[in-house]
């Protein structure tokens, strides 16, 4: 059963390209959320997703950013035009279902992340 | 004020004592409470959950809830070297889904 899958683990890009980042959750995982880490901070919320719906983009910039997830492929978190600013790690986590219990009982399963540097 | 807020540390402790890690919370509709132990370049991964008030232990770590005084936490008895790492603490609304993290307390364990 794998896990969380993210990538390019690793993604250079110069200013003002675009930076593409893909997550697969686990198998029987419905719900994906986006975080990201700036270094030496902590995870900051960035987007919840269900196939096909954003639940809740209030941590996401309001420009620039965007995340889907599809009825079929992976998540996949779309920065345009990256700026230096957004160098940091980029973690997708997923989980079975929504709320309560559940959520207690799974907490999160996080991938590797990805490392986007701006140069 | 932050939504949830740990001392960055480093904390430092002598091997086979005891770390304890401390974490408040502002939201008083916080429901749920984990903790998540990241090495360095690595990403988070959990090590306990809790949500109801008083003690819960597994194996060496015990979290240790106080929903009045919205206070959350994470102590590692017999410390390993191994242990050193960032603990972060989450917190979470039933229905909101959404982890809030706190910044993280670097835990460092000395031989």
């Known amino acids: 059963n794998a896990g969380v899958m993210q990538n390019p683990r690793h993604l250079v890009r110069r200013r003002g390209q675009e930076a593409r980042l893909r997550c697969s959750p686990m198998?029987?995982?419905?719900?994906v959320y986006w975080y990201r880490q700036l270094p030496e901070e902590g995870l900051k919320f960035m987007v919840y997703?269900?196939?096909?719906?954003?639940?809740?983009e209030s941590g996401m910039p309001k420009e620039r950013f965007s995340a889907e997830f599809p009825k079929e492929g992976p998540s996949i978190l779309r920065i345009q035009q990256v700026v230096r600013g957004d160098s940091a790690a980029y973690f997708c986590?997923?989980?079975?279902?929504?709320?309560?219990?559940?959520?207690?009982?799974?907490?999160?399963?996080f991938g590797s992340g990805t490392r986007l540097t701006v140069v | 004020q932050k939504e949830v807020e740990q001392n960055s540390g480093p904390l430092s402790v002598p091997e086979g004592a005891i770390a304890s890690l401390n974490c408040t919370y502002s939201?008083?509709?916080?429901?749920?409470f984990f903790w998540y132990r990241q090495y360095s370049g690595k990403s988070p991964e959990l090590i306990m959950f809790?949500?109801?008030?008083g003690d819960k232990e597994d194996g060496r770590f015990t979290a240790q809830l106080n929903k009045a005084s919205q206070y959350v936490s994470l102590l590692i008895r017999d410390s390993q070297p191994s242990d050193s790492a960032t603990y972060l603490c989450?917190?979470?609304?039933?229905?909101?889904?959404?982890?809030?993290f706190g910044g993280g307390t670097r835990v460092l364990v000395k031989p």
């Open positions: 939201d008083r509709g916080s429901q749920s």
């Open positions: 198998k029987g995982h419905s719900h």
């Open positions: 986590a997923s989980s079975p279902s929504r709320g309560g219990r559940h959520l207690s009982n799974y907490g999160y399963t």
């Open positions: 809790i949500y109801s008030n």
């Open positions: 989450a917190v979470t609304r039933a229905a909101g889904n959404k982890l809030t």
């Open positions: 997703l269900q196939k096909e719906n954003i639940i809740d």
